[in-house]
């Protein structure tokens, strides 16, 4: 009861913050994604970059994101630019993992048929080879948006944008006023927009992956 109270007392202010923390985390894994496309597509073809990239992608992913954080204040100092671009090179490891497996998983057969009716490179690139990875790079793109809309609530940290630092507030004032309702509510929240973003990406697959690939 306590919750809802505060939600309807506060709807405004929870609503803005909402829209810049799915803004933020919709942005960087856009950002992300078209990095991550960019650099499998550059190393695919080459089996000791393909895995080296590979390799690097996963070991990224163990970077802790306080301490990208830390080191991006240094530089940028605090707000959004040093958020986005920690966001935003997470947003692409998961992705350039799934798109080089993509691309390296395409049969060769199909590529040589591609070939053969005369094709160049980039026509096959862009109408075989991308359009038959793109179910596995869309599996990647829906665990990248998972993973960035829960570490979006760190960039509070730098005073960033978003309903990390409704959390944060109430975690350091537990025992006060609405302390728990606002560390409540900006989890539910960001748990709303994690579950509305993955369905908006299986409607995106539903429309985009050919039907002899699903």
């Given amino acids: 009861m306590q919750l809802w109270t505060y939600v309807q007392g506060h709807a405004a202010n929870l609503t803005f913050l909402t ?24 190393v695919y073809r080459l089996p000791l970059f393909s895995a080296l990239t590979l390799t690097s992608s996963r070991v990224a992913l163990t970077i802790p994101s306080l301490a990208l954080l830390a080191l ?8 959004v630019v040093p958020s986005f671009i920690m966001l935003a090179f ?14 390296r998983s395409v049969p ?18 862009f109408s075989v080879e991308l359009p038959i990875a793109w179910p596995v790079i869309l599996t990647g793109i829906r665990v990248s948006t998972q993973m960035i809309v829960g570490v979006a609530a760190i960039v509070a940290y730098v005073l960033g944008p978003g309903l990390g630092s409704l959390i944060f507030n109430g975690l350091s004032r537990l025992g006060g006023a609405n ?32 039907k002899g690939l699903s």
């Fill in 72 to 79: 991006l204040i240094v530089p940028f100092g605090l707000g």
């Fill in 108 to 125: 060769a057969a199909t590529i040589e048929s591609a070939q053969g009716i005369g094709l160049s490179r980039w026509r096959i690139l």
């Fill in 19 to 42: 829209y810049q923390h799915a803004s933020l985390a919709f942005q960087t894994v856009v950002v992300g994604t078209l990095v991550a496309i960019i650099v499998a597509v550059a």
């Fill in 179 to 210: 302390a728990l309702e606002m560390a409540l509510t900006g989890t539910i929240l960001i748990v709303i927009v994690a579950l509305i973003f993955d369905g908006l990406l299986v409607l995106l697959g539903r429309f985009t992956i050919s």
């Fill in 90 to 103: 997470f947003a692409a490891m998961p992705v350039i993992g799934n798109a080089i497996v993509g691309l």
